[in-house]
């Protein structure tokens, strides 16, 4: 089954760039990587998705490794309101499947 | 433009009562999840339907049965509610190819 696997937290000082990784070694070839986050106890909410370029949007830039085994999000300047949990969910067949995700705290 | 609303917010049971929530999505989209989020963990999924009328189990099934009468409404039911049951339930929908997954706002459940 596919799973991915991500660090349980991590900090950032407000206005840094925050790098959350993802490890998707078992991710299939033409399966794509999203990425999605949780503010406090609101429903998840998309970010960005990529299959094998690198893809920037208003909110984040996502880079896939060559090999397509993992994957970092990168939120360039990040803000008190980027406290959340960010998460890359696994596809299993139409199913996405959320673990616990990492948690993000940006600091002032 | 509405996306995905979940009816009630909030809800207080006794156990052994039964409820129904409801999804509601207005993007015309085929598939539709039912998840639940106890506090500090992730999301877990519950049931799923890929179309009208179908419905299949996820990871936690026991105590849940769903309904896919319209494509527009996937229903979530608890024939008799227990303390375990209380948490945060979350409908999430998404079109076949795209997989981008929009999530409603999420039903807080107590079950005392």
């Known amino acids: 089954d596919a799973k991915t696997t991500q660090p349980t937290s991590m900090d950032c000082a407000e206005g840094r760039a925050a790098n959350l990784p993802c490890n998707h070694s078992t991710i299939s070839g033409n399966e794509y990587v999203y990425w999605y986050r949780q503010i406090h106890s609101q429903g998840p909410q998309y970010i960005i998705h990529g299959l094998k370029n690198n893809e920037t949007n208003e909110m984040a830039s996502l880079i896939i490794t060559e090999d397509r085994k993992s994957s970092t999000l990168i939120l360039p300047h990040a803000t008190l309101r980027d406290t959340a949990v960010y998460y890359c969910p696994p596809r299993r067949g139409f199913k996405t499947i959320f673990g616990a995700g990492t948690r993000l705290f940006v600091k002032a | 433009n509405a996306g995905v609303t979940q009816t009630p917010k909030f809800r207080v049971l006794k156990t052994g009562q039964s409820m129904t929530l409801l999804c509601a999505q207005d ?50 039911g608890l024939e008799s509610a227990a303390p375990s049951q209380t948490s945060v339930y979350f409908c999430a929908s998404t079109e076949v190819v795209r997989a981008e997954a929009f999530f409603g706002q999420g039903t807080r459940l107590t079950v005392v």
């Open chain 2, 27 to 76: 993007m015309n989209h085929e598939y539709m999840y039912w998840y639940r989020q106890d506090p500090g963990m992730g999301l877990r999924l519950i049931h799923y339907s890929v179309g009208e009328g179908t419905t299949a189990k996820g990871e936690v099934p026991d105590g849940y049965n769903v309904s896919r009468l319209k494509k527009q409404n996937f229903l979530l």
